[in-house]
């Protein structure tokens, strides 16, 4: 298990990277969980869906991830509150936005 603060941290630096290399990037959403690091980004160019479904990913070390991570994309017309989670995230409620602070 991986504390809280250090997956964080990680998720911070992984959601960075990913908004620099796509500006289309919105909104990103993190979902704590103590051994896999999970987000949401909200991406105009990517396609619509009723789900949120997750890329899975091993761990980076060199890119500064060294745990497992998911990621999904969803669009900005879809209310993310509405859409389906995979089904061990929790509920939206449990969602950190972190888009400021990846910037």
Same mark, same amino acid.
């Given at each position: ?30 979902? @704590? ?5 999970? #987000?949401?980004?909200? *991406? ?5 869906? &009723?789900?949120? +479904? ?21 669009? @900005? ?5 509405? #859409?389906?989670?995979? *089904? ?5 409620? &449990?969602?950190? +936005? ?6």
């Amino acid at each position: 298990m991986v504390s809280k603060d250090d997956m964080k941290k990680w998720a911070l630096a992984m959601a960075k990277a990913n908004k620099k290399e796509e500006p289309s990037i919105s909104r990103i959403f993190w979902f @704590p969980h103590g051994e896999e690091l999970r #987000l949401v980004e909200v *991406d105009e160019i990517c396609m619509a869906s &009723d789900v949120v +479904e997750a890329f899975h990913f091993g761990p980076n070390p060199a890119g500064g991830v060294p745990v497992p991570s998911a990621l999904a994309l969803i669009r @900005p017309e879809e209310v993310p509150q509405q #859409l389906k989670l995979p *089904d061990d995230w929790g509920t939206w409620d &449990d969602a950190e +936005e972190i888009t400021d602070a990846a910037e």
